[in-house]
C-alpha cells in the first residue's frame, strides 16, 4: 500500500488532482475531525440548498443535487483542503435573473436552461484555467465585489418577503416592488407570518443557547413540524410539496442555438463572480491554516464542478463561505469532509425526501434572508470612504447599479468597471524622479530634503509596463518632467520597471524621443535588461550601434559610471567621448 501511495505515477496524478494527497498523506486521527465537520456542514447545507433551489426557480430535490456530485469533484480536483463548494446566493439569483425571462413560465424549460447555463459556466472556467488567465477574473476588485455582494443581498431580501409575508410580486424589479410596498403589505397572509416569525425565533434562540449547533436546520426542523402537525399546506400556508427521492432521471440541457446566445455573455458574468466569491474564501482560510492555492488550479475544479452539477441535474456552485467556516471551525482537515458530506446528502436524496414536503416556504424565505445578511457589510463600504474614495466610488457605483438596474446589467457593469480601473492604472500611472539620500542610495525625490537630485542628471521611473496604449503618455509625462528641470544634460530611464516586453510601438516612441533629445542636446540611456533591450532595438530597427542610445546593465550601474566619468572629464584624466567609443571602454580607460 505505501509503495502505491507514494509511487512517481500518482505523484505525477496529485498535480491535476490535488485531493489525491489525502491518499498518501492521510493520518488517521484527522478522520475524527473530518466526520464531525462533515455532519456539521450537512447540517447546514440541507436546509440552506432547498432554500436556493426555490431562489433559483426550481424544485427543492434539485439543490440537493446540486451539492452531492459537485461536492465529489470538488474534492477531487480542489486544491483548498477546508473549502466546501455548493449553492450560492449570488450564483442563484444570477441564474434565476437571467433564466427567468427566458423560460417565460415553463417549469421544465427552466429546469433546463438553469442546467444549460450551469454547464456552460463550468466551460468558461476550464478555458479560463486552460490559458491560465485566472488573474482576468481579479478584474472584480475587492471594492467592486463588495458593492455587488451588498446589492445582490438587497435584491434577494427584498424578494424573499413576498414569501415571508404570503403574496406574490407583479413587478420583475427592485425599485418597483419597493415603490408598491403599501399595497403589498395589505396582502399579508398572516398564518404565513406567523411561521416565518416562529422560524426567525427558533433561529435566534439557538444561535444565544447552543452556538454551535446547526440553528438553520433546527429552526427548519421546527417549522416543519408545525406544518406538518396542524396541516399549514391546507390552511393557504406555501409548503415545499413532493419532493422525489432516488437519483434524478436524465435530460438534456437545451442547446437551441437563439437561447445559448443569450447565455453566453451571462454564463461569463457568472464565472467571473462565482469565481471571485470562490477565491476570496479559499485564499483566506488557505493563509489562516498555512498552506497555498494555485489559482489556476481553482477555476479548473470549479469549472468541473459546475459541469457535474449540470449533469446531475442541478444548478451553478461556488464556495460557500458559511459551509466553509463551519468546516473549519469544527476542525475539518482535508477534502474528505466533502466526500462525507456528499454521501449523507446522497443518502437522505435516496431514503429521507418525505419529510420536505412539509417545510414551510416562509421559513425558507427566513434562511434565505439570514443568509443574505451576512453578506451585507454596509460599515465595510463606508470604511472605505475614509481609506480609498476612488475604491467606495466604485464600490457605490456597483451597489446602485445592482439595485436600481438589476443583477445582470450590475455584474456586468462591475465587470467594466474592472477593467477600466486596471487600464487607468496601466494607462495612467504613477511616474517617479530619483535622486540621492546622503549614503548614496538611489531615492525618490519627495518633499523632504533627504534626497537631492544628481546635478544634470534626471533619473526617470515609469511605474507601469510600457506598451502601445500608454506609451505616448511615458512620453508626454518624460518631456514635462524634462521641461521642470534646469541644465538637464543626460536622462536615464529605469528600464527594470518598464520594459517588460516587445512592443514595436514601443521601440518606435524611443527612437523618435531619441531623436528629440539628441536636438536639445540631451543624452537618453535605459538601465536595465540589457539584453532584452539590445535584441529589441535590432527587431525593431532601432540602430543603437553608434552609441546614440546608451544601454546599461542596470540603474546602479549606469548613475555611477556617468558620474564617475563626468568627475574624470571634468580632471582631465579622460578623453573626450567619440560616437565610436563604448562609454565602457572610455571610462575604463579613464580610471586606469
Not at 432547498?50 to 434539485?62: C, D, E, K, M, S
Not at 533627504?450 to 542628471?457: D, E, L, N
Request: hydrophobic content about 55%; glycine content about 6%.
Amino acid at each position: 500500500m505505501d509503495a502505491i501511495a507514494n509511487s512517481p505515477l500518482l505523484s505525477r496524478l496529485s498535480r491535476w488532482f490535488p485531493g489525491l494527497s489525502l491518499v498518501r498523506h492521510y493520518q488517521r486521527a484527522w478522520f475524527r475531525d473530518d466526520m464531525r465537520a462533515a455532519l456539521s456542514v450537512t447540517a447546514v447545507a440541507l436546509p440552506v440548498a432547498i432554500a436556493y433551489a426555490q431562489l433559483t426557480g426550481v424544485g427543492a430535490v434539485v439543490g440537493l443535487y446540486s451539492c452531492v456530485l459537485p461536492m465529489l469533484v470538488y474534492a477531487v480536483f480542489g486544491s483548498s483542503r477546508q473549502l466546501i463548494v455548493g449553492p450560492d446566493a449570488a450564483t442563484c439569483a444570477v441564474l434565476a435573473a437571467v433564466v427567468t425571462p427566458l423560460a417565460a413560465g415553463d417549469a421544465q424549460r427552466h429546469w433546463q436552461l438553469i442546467m444549460t447555463m450551469t454547464f456552460m459556466t463550468g466551460v468558461w472556467c476550464i478555458l479560463a484555467s486552460r490559458f491560465r488567465i485566472g488573474v482576468l477574473a481579479e478584474f472584480l476588485s475587492k471594492p467592486i465585489l463588495m458593492g455587488l455582494l451588498n446589492g445582490v443581498a438587497i435584491t434577494i431580501i427584498v424578494g424573499q418577503f413576498s414569501k415571508i409575508l404570503g403574496f406574490r410580486y407583479q413587478e420583475p424589479y427592485l425599485l418597483e416592488r419597493l415603490l408598491h410596498t403599501p399595497t403589498y403589505l395589505a396582502q399579508t397572509h398572516w398564518l404565513t407570518l406567523a411561521i416565518a416569525l416562529l422560524t426567525l425565533m427558533v433561529f435566534l434562540l439557538a444561535k444565544m443557547m447552543r452556538p454551535h449547533w446547526p440553528a438553520a436546520m433546527l429552526a427548519i426542523a421546527v417549522a416543519t413540524l408545525v406544518s406538518w402537525g396542524f396541516s399549514l399546506g391546507d390552511n393557504g400556508v406555501a409548503v415545499v410539496g413532493s419532493v422525489s427521492s432516488g437519483l434524478p432521471e436524465f435530460q438534456s440541457p437545451v442547446f437551441e442555438l437563439g437561447l445559448v446566445r443569450e447565455l453566453v455573455m451571462p454564463a461569463l458574468n457568472l464565472t467571473m463572480v462565482s469565481f471571485i466569491s470562490m477565491m476570496l474564501t479559499a485564499r483566506s482560510f488557505a493563509a489562516k491554516n498555512g498552506y497555498d492555492i494555485d489559482a489556476d488550479a481553482e477555476f479548473r475544479a470549479l469549472g468541473f464542478a459546475n459541469i457535474a452539477a449540470a449533469a446531475a441535474q442541478g444548478f451553478a456552485v461556488s464556495g460557500a463561505d458559511s459551509r466553509t467556516a463551519i468546516n473549519d471551525a469544527s476542525g475539518g482537515k482535508t477534502q474528505l469532509v466533502s466526500v462525507l458530506s456528499a454521501l449523507i446528502i446522497l443518502a437522505i436524496i435516496l431514503f429521507a425526501t418525505a419529510p420536505l414536503a412539509f417545510i414551510p416556504s416562509s421559513a425558507l424565505g427566513v434562511v434565505l434572508v439570514i443568509a443574505s445578511v451576512s453578506l451585507i457589510d454596509i460599515k465595510a463600504l463606508w470604511r472605505l470612504r475614509k481609506r480609498d474614495n476612488g475604491a467606495f466610488t466604485l464600490a457605490v457605483i456597483t451597489l446602485l447599479a445592482v439595485l436600481f438596474i438589476g443583477v445582470i446589467p450590475g455584474i456586468t457593469m462591475a465587470v467594466l468597471l474592472g477593467l477600466f480601473q486596471f487600464l487607468k492604472v496601466v494607462m495612467r500611472p504613477d511616474d517617479q524622479i530619483l535622486g540621492v539620500n546622503q549614503k548614496g542610495i538611489l531615492r525618490s525625490l519627495g518633499k523632504g530634503d533627504k534626497v537631492k537630485p544628481i546635478a544634470g542628471i534626471l533619473i526617470y521611473r515609469f511605474n507601469s509596463p510600457l506598451t502601445y496604449f500608454n506609451a505616448v503618455y511615458f512620453k508626454r509625462r518624460l518631456l514635462a518632467r524634462i521641461a521642470q528641470q534646469e541644465l538637464i544634460e543626460t536622462v536615464i530611464i529605469d528600464a527594470v520597471s518598464c520594459f517588460s516586453h516587445l512592443d514595436l510601438s514601443v521601440m518606435a516612441m524611443i527612437d523618435e524621443l531619441h531623436k528629440l533629445l539628441r536636438k536639445k542636446g540631451i543624452t537618453l540611456i535605459l538601465a536595465g535588461r540589457k539584453r532584452e533591450l539590445l535584441a529589441w532595438c535590432e527587431a525593431a530597427g532601432v540602430d543603437v550601434s553608434d552609441g546614440d542610445i546608451i544601454i546599461r546593465p542596470d540603474l546602479t550601474m549606469a548613475v555611477r559610471m556617468l558620474t564617475n566619468y563626468k568627475a574624470a572629464v571634468s580632471q582631465g584624466l579622460a578623453p573626450q567621448v567619440r560616437k565610436q567609443d563604448d562609454p565602457d571602454e572610455v571610462l575604463a580607460h579613464s580610471l586606469l
